[in-house]
């Protein structure tokens, strides 16, 4: 990866719809070379997929919680399973395996507090590998991208 690759993707990670002759423009290079090397940045997996980023608001999605939990073992088919029922959850948007005082982080969007305490009782309560978990309510977002500091 070069450095008119890198100038590429920061284009398309900021408006993946950008046409091809103004991304050509801002990279200094040809339109065909602007489709051969998204054709590789593709099959190489650098660009994973290309989205749409809604607004939840509208959505009626109102709550977003951020989720710390510690589950009851360490056994690897626990682990397991409750990553993959993370993984599959449609109100799951983030999901991390982390190092430190507890196991994952999630982050949780729900229509409103009922909704979120429903999926607790879902998610959490219900299963018993789920030694704890600690919400946090998100009041205001400041900043949220999907954009990398390339």
Do not use: W
């Amino acid at each position: 990866m070069d450095k008119t690759d890198r100038k590429l993707l920061d284009h398309l990670q900021k408006n993946s719809r950008t046409p091809v002759q103004a991304l050509a423009d801002a990279t200094g290079v040809s339109t065909a070379s602007v489709q051969r090397r998204m054709r590789s940045l593709r099959d190489a997996g650098v660009i994973k997929r290309e989205v749409a980023i809604l607004d939840p608001k509208p959505l009626g999605l109102g709550i977003t919680a951020i989720v710390t939990v510690e589950l009851e073992r360490d056994r690897l088919d626990q682990i397991d399973a409750f990553k993959r029922k993370a993984r599959d959850d449609r109100q799951v948007t983030h999901f991390y395996c982390i190092a430190g005082a507890s196991d994952f982080i999630l982050v949780v969007m729900a229509e409103d507090i009922a909704a979120y305490e429903a999926f607790t009782h879902r998610f959490f309560f219900a299963d018993k590998t789920v030694r704890k978990f600690s919400t946090s309510i998100v009041i205001s977002t400041e900043k949220a991208t999907s954009e990398l500091p390339i």
